[in-house]
Protein backbone atom coordinates (compact mmCIF):
# COMPACT_ATOMS: atom_id res chain seq x y z
CA UNK A 1 0.00 0.00 0.00
CA UNK A 2 2.85 2.36 0.52
CA UNK A 3 4.37 1.75 -2.53
CA UNK A 4 1.32 2.68 -4.18
CA UNK A 5 0.34 5.75 -2.37
CA UNK A 6 4.20 6.75 -2.64
CA UNK A 7 3.69 6.54 -6.81
CA UNK A 8 0.23 8.04 -6.84
CA UNK A 9 1.47 11.10 -5.02
CA UNK A 10 4.90 10.96 -7.24
CA UNK A 11 2.39 11.25 -10.27
CA UNK A 12 0.14 13.93 -8.92
CA UNK A 13 3.64 16.01 -8.30
CA UNK A 14 4.80 15.44 -11.88
CA UNK A 15 1.39 16.07 -13.13
CA UNK A 16 1.07 19.49 -11.06
CA UNK A 17 4.63 20.67 -11.96
CA UNK A 18 4.22 20.09 -15.47
CA UNK A 19 1.02 21.84 -15.91
CA UNK A 20 2.53 24.42 -13.98
CA UNK A 21 5.28 25.11 -16.35
CA UNK A 22 2.65 24.56 -19.46
CA UNK A 23 0.86 27.53 -17.89
CA UNK A 24 4.03 29.58 -17.99
CA UNK A 25 4.75 28.70 -21.34
CA UNK A 26 1.34 29.95 -22.47
CA UNK A 27 1.14 33.43 -24.45
CA UNK A 28 -2.13 35.41 -24.28
CA UNK A 29 -3.14 36.61 -27.50
CA UNK A 30 -3.63 40.25 -28.40
CA UNK A 31 -7.20 41.78 -28.93
CA UNK A 32 -8.31 45.21 -30.21
CA UNK A 33 -7.98 46.63 -26.56
CA UNK A 34 -4.09 45.50 -25.31
CA UNK A 35 -1.51 43.54 -26.60
CA UNK A 36 1.95 44.73 -28.57
CA UNK A 37 2.19 44.22 -32.56
CA UNK A 38 5.08 45.29 -34.93
CA UNK A 39 4.54 47.05 -38.69
CA UNK A 40 5.95 48.20 -41.41
CA UNK A 41 5.03 51.59 -42.78
CA UNK A 42 5.57 53.42 -45.76
CA UNK A 43 8.00 56.53 -45.09
CA UNK A 44 5.55 58.43 -47.01
CA UNK A 45 3.15 58.57 -44.60
CA UNK A 46 4.52 58.88 -41.40
CA UNK A 47 3.18 61.96 -39.86
CA UNK A 48 -0.21 60.71 -40.88
CA UNK A 49 0.07 57.27 -39.36
CA UNK A 50 1.93 58.48 -36.23
CA UNK A 51 -1.31 60.41 -35.60
CA UNK A 52 -3.09 57.77 -36.20
CA UNK A 53 -0.90 55.44 -34.15
CA UNK A 54 -1.25 57.98 -30.67
CA UNK A 55 -4.73 58.39 -30.79
CA UNK A 56 -5.62 54.68 -31.18
CA UNK A 57 -3.11 53.97 -27.90
CA UNK A 58 -4.58 57.15 -26.02
CA UNK A 59 -7.59 55.63 -26.18
CA UNK A 60 -6.45 51.92 -25.63
CA UNK A 61 -4.01 52.42 -23.09
CA UNK A 62 -3.01 48.74 -23.13
CA UNK A 63 -1.94 48.99 -26.88
CA UNK A 64 1.46 48.85 -28.66
CA UNK A 65 1.61 49.28 -31.84
CA UNK A 66 5.57 49.68 -32.95
CA UNK A 67 6.05 50.95 -36.51
CA UNK A 68 8.91 51.09 -38.31
CA UNK A 69 8.67 53.61 -41.88
CA UNK A 70 10.61 52.18 -44.32
CA UNK A 71 10.69 52.22 -47.98
CA UNK A 72 7.87 50.60 -49.85
CA UNK A 73 10.27 47.89 -51.36
CA UNK A 74 11.31 47.03 -47.71
CA UNK A 75 7.78 47.06 -46.40
CA UNK A 76 6.57 44.27 -48.76
CA UNK A 77 9.98 42.50 -47.76
CA UNK A 78 8.38 41.90 -44.21
CA UNK A 79 5.83 41.23 -45.20
CA UNK A 80 6.53 38.32 -47.19
CA UNK A 81 9.34 37.06 -44.96
CA UNK A 82 9.35 38.85 -41.38
CA UNK A 83 7.22 36.13 -38.79
CA UNK A 84 7.48 38.93 -36.44
CA UNK A 85 5.42 41.43 -38.73
CA UNK A 86 1.97 41.93 -38.46
CA UNK A 87 0.57 44.89 -40.90
CA UNK A 88 2.23 46.57 -43.81
CA UNK A 89 0.79 50.62 -45.15
CA UNK A 90 1.94 50.84 -48.00
CA UNK A 91 0.54 52.32 -51.36
CA UNK A 92 -1.08 48.60 -53.31
CA UNK A 93 -2.66 45.76 -52.49
CA UNK A 94 -1.19 42.50 -52.60
CA UNK A 95 -0.39 40.81 -56.76
CA UNK A 96 -1.66 36.99 -57.28
CA UNK A 97 1.67 36.16 -56.82
CA UNK A 98 1.78 37.41 -53.35
CA UNK A 99 -1.33 36.13 -52.36
CA UNK A 100 -0.13 32.98 -53.26
CA UNK A 101 3.14 33.09 -51.46
CA UNK A 102 1.50 34.09 -48.33
CA UNK A 103 -1.24 31.67 -48.31
CA UNK A 104 1.28 29.01 -48.68
CA UNK A 105 2.96 30.57 -45.93
CA UNK A 106 0.44 30.93 -43.27
CA UNK A 107 -2.70 29.06 -44.43
CA UNK A 108 -5.44 32.05 -44.48
CA UNK A 109 -5.44 34.61 -46.92
CA UNK A 110 -4.67 38.20 -45.58
CA UNK A 111 -6.66 40.79 -45.75
CA UNK A 112 -6.10 44.10 -47.46
CA UNK A 113 -8.19 47.44 -48.78
CA UNK A 114 -7.77 50.79 -49.53
CA UNK A 115 -7.78 53.32 -46.55
CA UNK A 116 -7.82 56.52 -48.29
CA UNK A 117 -6.28 58.66 -51.30
CA UNK A 118 -2.74 60.04 -51.42
CA UNK A 119 -0.66 62.52 -53.50
CA UNK A 120 2.78 63.52 -54.40
CA UNK A 121 3.11 66.80 -54.42
CA UNK A 122 5.87 69.11 -56.58
CA UNK A 123 7.70 71.27 -54.21
CA UNK A 124 10.08 73.87 -55.03
CA UNK A 125 12.05 76.56 -53.29
CA UNK A 126 10.03 79.23 -51.80
CA UNK A 127 12.25 81.94 -53.90
CA UNK A 128 11.06 80.10 -57.48
CA UNK A 129 8.90 81.24 -59.92
CA UNK A 130 8.94 78.07 -61.60
CA UNK A 131 5.38 76.94 -60.04
CA UNK A 132 3.83 75.40 -62.86
CA UNK A 133 4.20 71.79 -64.39
CA UNK A 134 2.42 69.55 -67.09
CA UNK A 135 2.78 65.53 -66.76
CA UNK A 136 4.68 65.74 -70.12
CA UNK A 137 7.42 68.56 -68.81
CA UNK A 138 7.84 66.07 -65.93
CA UNK A 139 8.13 62.83 -68.08
CA UNK A 140 10.76 64.65 -70.52
CA UNK A 141 12.76 66.28 -67.38
CA UNK A 142 12.67 63.02 -65.97
CA UNK A 143 14.08 61.11 -69.06
CA UNK A 144 16.53 63.69 -69.96
CA UNK A 145 14.84 64.35 -73.15
CA UNK A 146 14.62 68.62 -71.83
CA UNK A 147 18.12 70.24 -71.79
CA UNK A 148 18.22 71.00 -68.10
CA UNK A 149 20.11 71.63 -64.62
CA UNK A 150 17.38 71.37 -62.84
CA UNK A 151 17.86 68.27 -60.39
CA UNK A 152 14.77 66.37 -59.53
CA UNK A 153 14.86 64.92 -55.98
CA UNK A 154 13.77 61.74 -54.72
CA UNK A 155 13.10 59.91 -51.07
CA UNK A 156 15.35 57.10 -52.82
CA UNK A 157 15.86 55.82 -56.05
CA UNK A 158 15.63 52.51 -55.98
CA UNK A 159 13.12 51.12 -53.72
CA UNK A 160 10.45 53.63 -52.99
CA UNK A 161 6.72 54.19 -53.57
CA UNK A 162 7.09 57.56 -54.92
CA UNK A 163 9.54 56.09 -57.44
CA UNK A 164 7.63 53.59 -58.69
CA UNK A 165 4.82 55.50 -59.21
CA UNK A 166 6.32 58.42 -61.29
CA UNK A 167 7.74 55.23 -63.24
CA UNK A 168 4.92 53.47 -63.71
CA UNK A 169 2.15 56.94 -64.14
CA UNK A 170 4.36 59.48 -65.80
CA UNK A 171 7.55 57.60 -67.13
CA UNK A 172 5.58 55.05 -68.58
CA UNK A 173 8.12 53.26 -70.47
CA UNK A 174 10.87 56.07 -70.44
CA UNK A 175 14.00 55.19 -68.77
CA UNK A 176 15.13 57.83 -66.01
CA UNK A 177 18.06 60.21 -66.44
CA UNK A 178 19.68 59.37 -63.18
CA UNK A 179 22.41 62.16 -64.32
CA UNK A 180 19.57 64.59 -63.45
CA UNK A 181 18.12 62.87 -60.42
CA UNK A 182 19.31 63.23 -56.79
CA UNK A 183 18.37 60.50 -54.27
CA UNK A 184 17.61 61.93 -50.34
CA UNK A 185 16.99 59.05 -47.55
CA UNK A 186 13.50 60.42 -46.17
CA UNK A 187 10.94 62.97 -47.26
CA UNK A 188 11.96 65.43 -44.52
CA UNK A 189 15.47 65.39 -46.45
CA UNK A 190 13.82 66.02 -49.82
CA UNK A 191 12.29 69.25 -48.20
CA UNK A 192 15.14 70.31 -46.44
CA UNK A 193 17.50 69.64 -49.81
CA UNK A 194 14.97 72.23 -51.73
CA UNK A 195 15.01 74.51 -49.24
CA UNK A 196 18.42 75.14 -49.76
CA UNK A 197 18.66 74.61 -53.44
CA UNK A 198 17.10 77.51 -55.27
CA UNK A 199 17.44 75.52 -58.93
CA UNK A 200 15.35 71.88 -57.59
CA UNK A 201 12.66 70.58 -57.44
CA UNK A 202 11.80 67.57 -54.96
CA UNK A 203 8.80 65.14 -55.35
CA UNK A 204 6.84 64.39 -51.87
CA UNK A 205 3.97 62.41 -50.14
CA UNK A 206 1.63 65.13 -49.37
CA UNK A 207 0.93 63.77 -46.07
CA UNK A 208 4.42 65.57 -45.32
CA UNK A 209 3.78 69.17 -46.52
CA UNK A 210 -0.17 69.46 -47.62
CA UNK A 211 -1.45 70.66 -43.81
CA UNK A 212 -2.12 73.93 -43.08
CA UNK A 213 -3.47 73.19 -39.72
CA UNK A 214 0.16 71.64 -39.03
CA UNK A 215 2.72 74.05 -37.23
CA UNK A 216 5.59 72.00 -38.35
CA UNK A 217 4.31 71.85 -42.06
CA UNK A 218 3.58 75.29 -41.97
CA UNK A 219 7.12 76.17 -40.81
CA UNK A 220 8.03 74.47 -44.06
CA UNK A 221 5.99 75.71 -46.07
CA UNK A 222 7.99 79.00 -45.56
CA UNK A 223 11.07 76.92 -46.85
CA UNK A 224 9.16 75.47 -49.91
CA UNK A 225 6.38 75.52 -52.11
CA UNK A 226 3.58 73.52 -53.36
CA UNK A 227 3.74 73.91 -57.32
CA UNK A 228 0.73 73.65 -59.55
CA UNK A 229 -0.30 70.62 -62.14
CA UNK A 230 -1.99 71.02 -65.27
CA UNK A 231 -5.57 69.27 -65.05
CA UNK A 232 -6.30 67.12 -68.18
CA UNK A 233 -10.06 67.23 -67.18
CA UNK A 234 -10.67 70.32 -65.95
CA UNK A 235 -12.39 73.48 -67.61
CA UNK A 236 -12.10 75.60 -66.01
CA UNK A 237 -8.81 75.80 -63.60
CA UNK A 238 -5.91 74.83 -65.94
CA UNK A 239 -3.76 74.02 -63.12
CA UNK A 240 -4.30 72.85 -59.71
CA UNK A 241 -2.45 72.14 -56.79
CA UNK A 242 -2.73 68.91 -54.70
CA UNK A 243 -5.97 70.23 -52.23
CA UNK A 244 -8.26 67.41 -50.82
CA UNK A 245 -10.91 67.92 -53.20
CA UNK A 246 -8.81 67.96 -56.11
CA UNK A 247 -7.07 64.69 -55.21
CA UNK A 248 -10.50 62.94 -54.47
CA UNK A 249 -12.16 64.48 -57.60
CA UNK A 250 -9.13 63.35 -58.98
CA UNK A 251 -8.39 66.88 -60.85
CA UNK A 252 -5.09 66.25 -59.60
CA UNK A 253 -3.33 64.29 -61.62
CA UNK A 254 -0.41 62.46 -59.56
CA UNK A 255 -2.92 60.40 -57.07
CA UNK A 256 -2.47 57.12 -55.60
CA UNK A 257 -4.09 54.92 -52.87
CA UNK A 258 -2.98 54.05 -49.33
CA UNK A 259 -3.43 50.62 -48.53
CA UNK A 260 -3.48 48.16 -45.59
CA UNK A 261 -2.49 44.28 -45.96
CA UNK A 262 -3.07 42.67 -42.50
CA UNK A 263 -2.06 39.20 -41.58
CA UNK A 264 -4.04 38.19 -39.01
CA UNK A 265 -7.25 35.59 -39.02
CA UNK A 266 -8.38 36.53 -35.47
CA UNK A 267 -9.89 39.81 -33.81
CA UNK A 268 -6.28 40.47 -32.36
CA UNK A 269 -4.89 44.30 -32.19
CA UNK A 270 -4.19 44.43 -36.04
CA UNK A 271 -7.98 44.00 -36.62
CA UNK A 272 -8.89 46.19 -34.02
CA UNK A 273 -6.19 48.67 -35.61
CA UNK A 274 -7.34 48.21 -39.01
CA UNK A 275 -11.10 49.10 -38.03
CA UNK A 276 -9.91 52.09 -36.54
CA UNK A 277 -8.70 53.13 -39.64
CA UNK A 278 -11.55 51.89 -42.03
CA UNK A 279 -14.30 53.89 -39.91
CA UNK A 280 -15.02 57.22 -38.57
CA UNK A 281 -12.49 58.39 -35.89
CA UNK A 282 -9.53 57.18 -38.11
CA UNK A 283 -11.15 58.70 -41.62
CA UNK A 284 -11.39 61.94 -40.02
CA UNK A 285 -7.85 61.86 -38.91
CA UNK A 286 -6.97 61.48 -42.91
CA UNK A 287 -9.53 63.91 -43.55
CA UNK A 288 -8.02 66.29 -41.04
CA UNK A 289 -4.25 65.12 -42.73
CA UNK A 290 -5.89 66.75 -45.90
CA UNK A 291 -5.70 63.29 -47.45
CA UNK A 292 -8.76 62.00 -49.38
CA UNK A 293 -10.70 59.61 -46.80
CA UNK A 294 -12.70 56.29 -48.28
CA UNK A 295 -15.72 57.15 -46.15
CA UNK A 296 -18.14 59.85 -47.58
CA UNK A 297 -18.37 62.77 -44.90
CA UNK A 298 -19.94 65.17 -47.34
CA UNK A 299 -22.67 67.45 -46.02
CA UNK A 300 -26.68 67.27 -46.57
CA UNK A 301 -28.61 70.10 -46.39
CA UNK A 302 -31.57 69.21 -43.90
CA UNK A 303 -34.70 70.65 -42.84
CA UNK A 304 -35.09 71.65 -38.88
CA UNK A 305 -38.69 71.53 -37.11
CA UNK A 306 -38.81 75.45 -35.78
CA UNK A 307 -41.56 73.81 -33.30
CA UNK A 308 -42.56 70.79 -31.64
CA UNK A 309 -45.32 69.00 -32.80
CA UNK A 310 -48.29 68.59 -30.61
CA UNK A 311 -47.94 64.68 -29.92
Not at 87 to 110: A, C, N, W, Y
Not at 208 to 221: F, R, V, Y
Not at 229 to 242: A, L, M, N, T, W
Request: charged share 25%; with cysteine; hydrophobic share 40%.
Amino acid sequence: MKVILNFVLLACTYLFIANGCRQKNITVADTPKSGTIFISVDESFRPVIEEQINVYESSFPGTHIIASYKPEAACIKDMLFDTTNRMVIITRGLSDKEDKFLFDSLKFRPSWNALATDAIAIIVNSSSNDTLFTLERLRQQLSGKISTTQKIVFDGLSTTSTLRFITDSVLKGDVLDTSLVKASKTSKDVIDFIAGDKNAVGLVGISWIGNPEDTAQLSLLKKVKIAYVKCSICKDIPYVKPLQQSILSKRYPLVRGLYYVLKENYNGLGSGFVNFLKYERGQLIFKRAYLGPTMDFRSRNIKINQTLPKN
